[in-house]
Each structure stands twice: as structure tokens, then as C-alpha cells.
């Protein structure tokens, strides 16, 4: 297991277009997060999942947005009709719930550039 | 809602000096506490949580609940410390939802 992997690295798309990010979790990690970072900013939370359901989301998440976790194990999350503002790096993370507060491990995460 | 407030953008110190990282936070409760790290090119990564109260790579950080502070410390800056560096803080009891401040670019000059 080499940690969380994201997938693509970089996504470049035009205005309006579909994109779609794939995470693969630590296995043994059974929630994950999704979050957006911009420029100059630190990472905001999008959603978690705790195994495959969807237990929060934010408000940063519009009706665009969607994610899924079929079976608990990867995750992908779509945006639809992209603009120009959904620029930003999107990380994964995932973590074990023990309830102690043990951090995330992230991923790279994936690029999005919308022009 | 949750703050947290990192009010330094970017931080430089020269090698040997100590540093200390600023971070406020706002949740009323008992949260927990966390700071990490990017080092250039490669991921975020967790460098410490306040309930471990451990030193990792020679930084400590102390909650002070009075002053809703968890700063980050280092008595001797080496240059291979330079990096970005997040505080954030999630509700206690589980490590849910994380809210990150907006990050202390640090710089340790030779």
C-alpha cells in the first residue's frame, strides 16, 4: 500500500465540460474526505464518507457536485458543467476512525484547470 | 462557524534562530488540534496533534485554551524546514470534518 493515490494528477478542460477524479484510499482507512484548495488558501472541506455512506456535506458543494464511494473502498467525485471558478486542487485524504483524532493521510491530489 | 487564523502569510528566519508559527482558533469546545506540513513539491502531511503532546522533527506546539492558541515552536531553525505549514482544528471526539487556517509560508535562510 503506497498511501492515497489520486488520479489524474492534472485535469485541464474547457468551460462546461464533465470531469471526473478517481481516489484510491488507504485500504484499511475506512473514511474519506474530499477537499478543495486554492491559491493562497488552506484546504476546504467538500464531503467525507464513512465506508460507503455520505455523511456530510458542504455548502461549498453545489448541485455540480457529486461524489460517490461504491462499496467503501475508492471514491470519485464529478463536477458537471464546470467553470471557470472550479479551478483549484482537489486532495483526497483518508483516515481510520478510532475517535482519537489521528490526522488524515493525503494524497497529491488532482488539478483542475478550466479554461 | 470554525476559524482558524494563521496571521503570518509568509515567515523567515535565519538557520540556528528559533521560529514560532502562529494559529488561532475559534471553536468554543474542546477541539482538536493539528498542525501540517508541505514540503515543496510533495503532500500535505501530518506533523503533530496536540493530544499526542509529542516533538516531531523538534517542533512542539502547546494548547492554550485561554488563548485559543496553538502555536507552533522550534528552538533551532534548520534550513530543511522551510515549507508551508497548516494549523486546523475538528470538533473533538473524532477526526471528522478538518478546518485548515490559510497556511504560514516559512523560510529558513542559511
Known amino acids: 500500500d503506497t498511501g492515497v493515490s489520486q488520479d489524474p494528477r492534472h485535469k485541464i478542460t474547457k468551460r462546461g465540460q464533465n470531469v471526473t477524479f478517481r481516489c484510491d484510499p488507504i485500504?484499511?482507512?475506512?473514511?474519506l474526505y474530499w477537499y478543495r484548495q486554492t491559491l493562497g488558501q488552506g484546504p476546504e472541506f467538500l464531503t467525507y464518507f464513512q465506508n460507503e455512506a455520505q455523511l456530510e456535506k458542504s455548502r461549498l458543494l453545489s448541485d455540480r457536485f457529486s461524489a460517490e464511494r461504491p462499496k467503501g473502498s475508492f471514491s470519485t467525485l464529478e463536477i458537471q458543467r464546470t467553470e471557470q471558478g472550479d479551478s483549484a486542487m482537489y486532495l483526497c485524504?483518508?483516515?481510520?476512525?478510532?475517535?482519537?483524532?489521528?490526522?488524515?493521510?493525503f494524497g497529491s491530489g488532482t488539478r483542475l484547470t478550466v479554461v | 462557524a470554525q476559524r482558524v487564523t494563521q496571521p503570518e502569510k509568509l515567515l523567515s528566519v535565519f538557520k540556528g534562530a528559533p521560529v514560532e508559527l502562529k494559529c488561532n482558533y475559534s471553536y468554543s469546545g474542546s477541539p482538536e488540534l493539528f498542525w501540517y506540513v508541505q514540503y515543496s513539491r510533495q503532500r500535505l502531511q501530518l506533523l503533530l496533534r496536540?493530544?499526542s503532546r509529542e516533538s516531531i522533527k523538534g517542533f512542539t506546539a502547546d494548547l492554550n485554551k485561554g488563548e485559543t492558541s496553538f502555536h507552533l515552536k522550534k528552538p533551532f531553525a534548520q534550513e530543511e524546514d522551510s515549507a508551508m505549514y497548516y494549523c486546523a482544528q475538528s470538533p473533538s471526539g473524532s477526526a471528522r470534518q478538518l478546518t485548515f487556517g490559510s497556511g504560514t509560508q516559512l523560510t529558513v535562510l542559511p
Open positions: 485500504s484499511e482507512h475506512n473514511r
Open positions: 496536540h493530544i
Open positions: 485524504a483518508s483516515s481510520y476512525n478510532t475517535g482519537t483524532g489521528n490526522g488524515y493521510t
